[in-house]
């Protein structure tokens, strides 16, 4: 199959991610409290980076051009596949939060910890399903920029999901401090309990 077809196949899961925020975006409650505006620019422009890397050649540039993995159609099928339990990763855990919900961090007036679907294993499976299609579109991609992209929203997402944890600490005290022993921050924990049940989360 042509790259082309290939590259276009790819990018379903993501049309289908992005649809399902922008249907959903303005169902959720008033807000509370917010992070500084400088926190939310740095955590954009470096998520509008990665995306850049991974889905144009405007940075394809030196060794970010070159490839670590052979162009196989069986690699490309694998990685669209997995970009597709990513992307319903995040949008299971996006229709979990429901109300509570925001692209920034940030209370809702009448905020829940949601302790249920994927926030019963981790605290942030948004950013887990983001970072599991990104990976997926990585191996359809082949080449370092994806991996640099990868690299980009680990840390993005990783300083974002501290934030927001800090905010649901003073908020929940206590409560959100049992959530965190029993679950994995944005991977499932290996060999210690988690699965609790429950109204916490945020991403």
């Known amino acids: 199959m ?13 049309y289908v991610f992005a649809a399902y925020w922008a249907i ?67 949008i299971w855990a996006r229709y979990c939060l429901g109300e509570n919900w925001s692209a920034r961090v940030t209370l809702k007036e009448g905020h829940q910890l949601i302790r249920t679907g994927p926030y019963a294993f981790v605290r942030h499976p948004i950013y887990t399903g983001m970072l599991v299609a990104t990976i997926g579109t990585t191996l359809v991609v082949g080449e370092w920029r994806a991996i640099a992209a990868i690299v980009l929203l680990i840390a993005a997402h990783s300083r974002k999901a501290l934030r927001e ?8 005290g206590d409560e959100y401090s049992v959530y965190r022993q029993h679950t994995g921050f944005m991977f499932p924990r290996l060999g210690g309990k988690s699965g609790i049940a429950g109204p916490a989360g945020q991403n």
């Open 165 to 172: 944890e800090r905010l649901l600490t003073r908020e929940f």
């Open 24 to 90: 959903t975006a303005f169902r959720v409650r008033p807000t509370k409290t917010r992070e500084r505006s400088a926190d939310r620019l740095l955590t954009v422009v470096v998520v509008i980076v990665a995306y850049e890397l991974l889905f144009t050649r405007v940075l394809r540039i030196g060794v970010l051009g070159l490839r670590f993995v052979p162009p196989q159609a069986w690699i490309a099928y694998a990685g669209i596949a997995v970009s597709c339990v990513g992307t319903a990763i995040s």
């Open 2 to 14: 042509p790259y082309d077809t290939m590259w276009r196949i790819a990018l379903i899961p993501w």
